[in-house]
C-alpha cells in the first residue's frame, strides 16, 4: 500500500491514429468528444490531442511509438443503452455499435478508424 500522501489520479489512455480528418469525424462527429487541446512541436509535425466526453479523458497521438494500433481500453461507464440509441440515430456509415450482454455487465465495443477499440461497459450490480 502506497503511502497515504501518494495519490493517484485515473488514467488517460494514449492511442495511436493516422489522418487527422477520420479521427476527428470519429471522435467528435460521431461519438461527441470534445477537443481539450491539441498540440504540435512545429508546422508539419505530428499531432497530439486530448479529448473529452463527460469524466473520460482520451489522448490521440501521431505521434511514432506513442501507442500501438489494435489497443484496446476499457471503459465503465452509466447511461450504455441510453448512450447506443444516440450513436444508432448517427449517419456514421463505419460503426453500427449494438450491446452485448457479458458476465460482468452491459458492454457496448466501438473500433475506430486505427483498430483501436474502446470497449465501453455499463457493470452489472455484482
Not at 61 to 85: C, K, N, R
Not at 89 to 101: C, E, M, R, S, W
Amino acid at each position: 500500500m502506497p503511502d497515504p500522501q501518494v495519490q493517484f489520479s485515473p488514467a488517460i489512455p494514449v492511442l495511436r491514429f493516422f489522418d487527422e480528418r477520420k479521427a476527428r469525424e470519429f471522435y467528435v462527429d460521431f461519438l461527441g468528444f470534445t477537443v481539450d487541446w491539441e498540440h504540435r512541436f512545429a508546422d508539419g509535425m505530428p499531432l497530439y490531442l486530448q479529448l473529452s466526453l463527460g469524466g473520460l479523458a482520451l489522448h490521440l497521438s501521431e505521434h511514432h511509438g506513442d501507442g500501438t494500433p489494435g489497443t484496446v481500453v476499457f471503459l465503465p461507464m452509466a447511461g450504455i443503452h441510453t448512450w447506443q440509441a444516440q450513436l444508432a440515430k448517427q449517419a456514421y456509415g463505419y460503426a453500427h455499435p449494438t450491446v452485448d450482454t457479458v458476465p460482468w455487465g452491459e458492454q457496448m465495443e466501438i473500433a475506430d478508424p486505427f483498430g483501436n477499440r474502446l470497449r465501453f461497459c455499463e457493470l452489472g450490480d455484482d
